[in-house]
C-alpha cells in the first residue's frame, strides 16, 4: 500500500514539473520572459537539465533583456553538471570571452575537446581555434588542422573552411596551397569574414589560383 502510494506521489511530481517546463516553453515563446522564468526556475528546483539550460540562455542572450553572464553561467554549469551537451557548449563559450571575470582559456579548450572527441562539429571548430591561435593551449598548426577537417568533411561545419583557407594561404603547418584556399574560401566569401579575409588578402581571385596544386592525400583525393 505505502509502496502504491509513492509511486503515485512520485509520479504526480513527474507530471507536475513536465507541466512546469512544458508552461514556460509557452511562456518564452510568448515573449513573457518573467513567467518563463518563474515556471523555469521551479522546473529547475526538480533538477531538470534542461530547466537549467534554458534560464543559462535567457541570461546569456541579449534578446531577452536579462543579460547577466554571471548568472548564465551558473545555469548552463548545473545544466552541463547533469550531462546537459548544449549547456556544456554554451558554458565554454562563456569561459572563452575577456569581458567575463572568470574567463579561462584553458577551461573552455577542455570542455571544447571533450565535446569534439565525441564528434560535435561545433565544438571541433573551436578546438581548431584553440590550437590555431594558442587559446588555453600551445599552438599546433598540424592538429589545429585535423580539427577543422573533421568538422568540415566528417560534419559538414561549413564555418570550418575558412581556418582551413587561412592555413593553407599562410603556409602554417603545410606547403602553401593558394589554390587550395581558394577551393575552401571562394564557396563562402561574404558569409563568413575569415573566408572574405583570406580571398582578398591573398588576391585569390586571379585566374592563376583556380587549380588545386599540390599533393593529394587524407581528404583530398
Request: hydrophobic share 40%; with cysteine.
Amino acid at each position: 500500500m505505502f509502496k502504491i502510494l509513492f509511486l503515485l506521489l512520485l509520479l504526480c511530481g513527474d507530471i507536475l514539473n513536465a507541466s512546469y517546463l512544458e508552461n514556460a516553453h509557452k511562456a518564452l515563446l510568448s515573449q513573457n520572459i518573467s513567467k518563463a522564468i518563474q515556471l523555469y526556475k521551479l522546473s529547475a528546483r526538480e533538477g531538470v537539465d534542461e530547466a537549467n539550460f534554458q534560464l543559462g540562455k535567457i541570461y546569456y542572450m541579449q534578446k531577452y533583456n536579462h543579460r547577466d553572464f554571471n548568472k548564465a553561467f551558473e545555469y548552463f554549469k548545473k545544466a552541463a553538471d547533469y550531462g546537459h551537451q548544449k549547456a556544456k557548449y554554451n558554458l565554454a563559450i562563456i569561459y572563452s570571452q575577456k569581458r567575463f571575470k572568470k574567463h579561462n582559456f584553458k577551461r573552455a579548450y577542455e570542455l571544447f575537446l571533450s565535446l569534439a572527441k565525441h564528434g560535435q562539429s561545433n565544438a571541433q571548430y573551436r578546438v581548431g581555434i584553440a590550437l590555431l591561435y594558442g587559446l588555453g593551449v600551445k599552438k599546433d598548426y598540424s592538429l589545429s588542422k585535423r580539427w577543422f577537417e573533421e568538422s568540415y568533411f566528417e560534419n559538414n561545419y561549413k564555418r570550418a573552411a575558412c581556418p582551413i583557407a587561412f592555413i593553407y594561404a599562410n603556409g602554417l603547418g603545410v606547403i602553401q596551397n593558394l589554390g587550395r584556399a581558394r577551393k575552401f574560401s571562394e564557396p563562402f566569401l561574404n558569409k563568413y569574414p575569415l573566408c572574405t579575409k583570406v580571398f582578398e588578402e591573398f588576391k585569390l581571385f586571379k585566374n592563376k589560383y583556380k587549380k588545386d596544386k599540390g599533393f593529394k592525400l587524407g581528404y583530398y583525393k
